[in-house]
C-alpha cells in the first residue's frame, strides 16, 4: 500500500502527520509526505521523501516584527488564490500511484478533490474539537453557550469559507475535470472527518450530519536527548517551570516579562526562545535559554508549563503528568485553555491580559498540590496509541 499524508501550516500541524507516517512505514507501507518547505530538510533526516506544499509559516520577529506591515485584502486574496492552487499541483503531484490520501488540519484545501479525480479513498484530520462544527461550541470558541447562537455562528462559518475560497476551489476542480461545489468547508471536511485528539482531553462533541472516529492524538516519539547544559541546569536545583511559545509571534518585552513572574512565583525557568525568539533578561544562574527541545524528556522534570496552548504541547503536558499554564493567542488554542481549566490541571491567561503580575497569579494555582496531584492523575489517562489507531483506519480503507 502506498500513503499519502500532507500537512500544511506550522510545527504543530505537520508534526502529528509526520507522527502517523513513521506507524504507517512501520508496518511495512511506502509513505509519501507533503509538507511545507521549511519542513523538507527535518522529514528528510527522518528518513521520508517529501514534496514541498504552501509556505513557510514563520512569521517575523524582532525588529522585523515591529516594522510588519498588515496585508492588504488584495494581497490576502492573492495569497489564498496562490495557497489553493499550490496545494492542488503538490498534491496531484505526489498521490500519483498512491492508493489513500490522508490531510492533517483543517485548510487541507486540495486533499479531497485529488483524491476524488484519482478514485481513491481520501480522509481530512482535524487536530481539535472545536475545529468541527457543532452546537457545543462556536467557530474558534470555547465549549459552552446557546446551541442555536453556536449553530448560527457556524453558518456565518460556512459563507465566510465560501467567500474566501469557493471561487478557487471551483477553479481547480475544473482543471481537474471535477464539478463545482456548493460548500467549500463541507467539502474540505468531508462527511466522515476524523477527530485526532485525545478523548480525555478533548472530548468528542456532537457533530450533526459528520461521522466522526476520534483517533487519539497522533505523537511522534522523540529519542532526542537533552543537551548537557539543560541536563546541568536541571540538576542544579529544584525543578523549574519551562516557558515557551512555539511557532507563535510574541512581542521583545515577552521574555521579560515572563521570567519576572517566573522569578516571583520562586522558581528557575527554561525559557524557550522558540520563533519569537525570546531572550533572557540577565544572566542569574536560575535562568536558561534553549533552542528546540526534546519536550517529551524535558517536561516530566518541571514544576510546570507555561505554553501558548497548543495541540501538540497540551498534550505532552499532559502526559508527563506537568500542570499547565496556557497563554492562548488564536485557533484552537482557547479551547485547550479552557480544557485545562476545566479538568483542574493548570490556568490560563488571555494573552491582551498578560503581565509579570498575572502570569504570577496563573503560576500560583496551577502550582497548588491539588492541582498537581490531578495532572499526575490525568497523565495516566492520556491515550499513547493515537497513530496506530489511524494506521488501522487506514489499512481497512484500502483493504
Do not use: K
Not at 501550516?9 to 508496518?27: C, Y
Not at 512565583?265 to 527554561?270: H, I, K, L, Q, T
Amino acid at each position: 500500500m502506498r500513503v499519502l499524508l500532507t500537512g500544511v501550516g506550522t510545527r504543530g500541524d505537520v508534526q502529528p502527520v509526520v507522527a502517523l507516517a513513521a506507524e504507517v512505514r512501520r508496518r511495512g507501507h511506502d509513505v509519501r509526505l507533503c509538507v511545507p518547505p521549511n519542513f523538507i530538510e527535518w522529514v528528510g533526516g527522518l528518513g521520508f521523501a517529501a514534496t514541498p506544499i504552501g509556505i513557510a509559516m514563520r512569521p517575523p520577529s524582532g525588529a522585523a516584527a515591529a516594522h510588519a506591515s498588515t496585508p492588504t485584502p488584495e494581497q490576502v486574496r492573492a495569497l489564498v488564490e496562490h495557497l489553493v492552487r499550490d496545494q492542488f499541483d503538490a498534491t496531484a503531484s505526489a498521490a500519483e500511484g498512491c492508493d489513500v490520501i490522508v490531510a492533517g488540519g483543517a485548510h487541507q484545501y486540495a486533499a479531497r478533490s485529488i483524491a476524488e479525480r484519482l478514485g481513491i479513498p481520501s480522509v481530512v484530520a482535524v487536530y481539535a474539537p472545536v475545529a468541527l462544527p457543532s452546537p457545543d461550541h462556536a467557530p474558534g470558541g470555547e465549549p459552552g453557550g446557546d446551541a442555536e447562537s453556536n449553530l448560527r455562528g457556524w453558518q456565518d462559518e460556512s459563507r465566510r469559507w465560501n467567500e474566501r475560497i469557493l471561487e478557487r476551489l471551483d477553479d481547480n476542480r475544473r482543471r481537474l475535470g471535477l464539478g463545482p461545489l456548493s460548500d467549500a468547508l463541507g467539502h474540505v471536511l468531508g462527511e466522515a472527518p476524523w477527530l485526532a485528539a485525545d478523548p480525555v482531553l478533548g472530548p468528542p462533541p456532537a457533530t450533526p450530519g459528520l461521522r466522526v472516529t476520534q483517533t487519539g492524538a497522533w505523537i511522534l516519539p522523540d529519542p532526542t536527548p537533552l543537551a548537557p547544559a539543560l541536563e546541568a541546569f536541571l540538576s542544579a536545583g529544584a525543578p523549574p517551570v519551562y516557558v515557551g511559545f512555539g511557532s507563535m509571534p510574541a512581542d521583545p518585552q515577552t521574555g521579560r516579562v515572563v521570567v519576572e513572574a517566573v522569578r516571583a512565583a520562586g522558581r528557575r525557568v527554561v525559557l524557550s526562545q522558540g520563533w519569537a525568539e525570546l531572550a533572557l533578561v540577565d544572566d542569574a544562574p536560575d535562568c536558561i535559554a534553549i533552542g528546540d527541545v526534546n519536550q517529551q524528556a524535558l517536561f516530566p522534570r518541571v514544576a510546570a508549563v507555561v505554553h501558548h496552548g497548543g495541540a501538540g504541547t497540551t498534550v505532552v503536558a499532559a502526559r508527563a503528568g506537568a500542570p499547565q499554564v496556557i497563554v492562548p493567542m488564536f485557533a484552537d488554542q482557547p479551547y485547550w485553555a479552557s480544557r485545562v481549566r476545566a479538568l483542574g490541571i493548570g490556568a490560563s491567561v488571555p494573552r491582551r491580559a498578560l503581565s509579570a503580575e498575572s502570569l504570577r497569579a496563573a503560576l500560583g494555582d496551577a502550582l497548588e498540590p491539588g492541582v498537581a496531584a490531578r495532572a499526575a492523575a490525568i497523565a495516566g489517562a492520556v491515550a499513547v496509541n493515537g497513530t496506530a489507531v489511524a494506521a488501522d483506519l487506514i489499512e481497512r480503507a484500502s483493504a
